[in-house]
């Protein structure tokens, strides 16, 4: 079933292009980001984290890069695989405890 | 290990009513916190539990509350339910609290109001 909006931003890309998702957060004591996939009828997926005394982590086909002058935040999806369609979140943490403040999330779309 | 377990995993209430949603983190995890996802509103926080207290609660109305259990299962209640509580409610577990330990999220509770 589904478990987002009609409306959201959608990215679509063939496969095996890069994909590159941004999201812009809003509060500049933010410390801790992290992207979530959500695949049709499930619960986020963790993707990637970073914190902000970084600019750039590297996971496996992702990368997630920290811009905190322009409070920018994007992921970089190596080699799309259709697979990798699903709604794409960026969250952050305030405050030191658990509370993640969602982005509106973006849709992609990869096709064979 | 098995994931992050919701129940029900659909439900249909009418207008008025009460509900309790269950969750059962993944074993070992101590902190659940719950989340409320709209197509309007996106995903919202509505609480985080950890041994047994509420740590931090979303800006949601008195209607909507939690407990956690000392085997760190977690419910939450929803009370005269509105329209407007129609949504996918999901349960996320972590080993302990902390704004940078990963959180696993379950398959989350459809709820409709009618």
């Known amino acids: 079933g589904e478990s987002v909006g009609l409306h959201l931003p959608t990215l679509s890309v063939q496969e095996g292009d890069n994909s590159i998702i941004n999201c812009a957060y809003s509060n500049s004591a933010s410390d801790y980001f992290i992207w979530y996939k959500q695949e049709s009828g499930k619960g986020p997926q963790f993707i990637i984290d970073i914190r902000s005394n970084m600019d750039k982590r590297q996971g496996q086909r992702v990368t997630v890069l920290l811009n905190k002058t322009v409070k920018h935040l994007s992921l970089q999806i190596a080699a799309t695989q259709p697979g990798d369609s699903a709604v794409y979140f960026c969250a952050e943490n305030i405050g030191g405890f658990q509370k993640l403040v969602f982005g509106t999330g973006t849709r992609l779309l990869v096709s064979p | 290990k098995a994931g992050v377990t919701q129940t029900p995993r659909y439900l249909i209430k009418t207008r008025g009513q009460q509900v309790t949603l269950s969750c059962s983190p993944i074993s070992g995890h101590r902190s659940v916190s719950w989340y409320q996802q709209t197509p309007g509103q996106g995903l919202q926080f509505l609480f985080e539990?950890?041994?047994?207290?509420?740590?931090n609660k979303g800006n949601f109305p008195g209607r909507f509350s939690g407990r956690q259990f000392s085997n760190s299962r977690s419910e939450m209640n929803v009370s005269t339910l509105e329209l407007g509580d129609s949504a996918l409610y999901l349960c996320a577990s972590s080993l302990v609290p902390g704004r940078d330990v990963e959180q696993y999220f379950g398959p989350g509770t459809r709820l409709t109001v009618t």
């Open positions: 539990y950890f041994s047994e207290t509420q740590r």
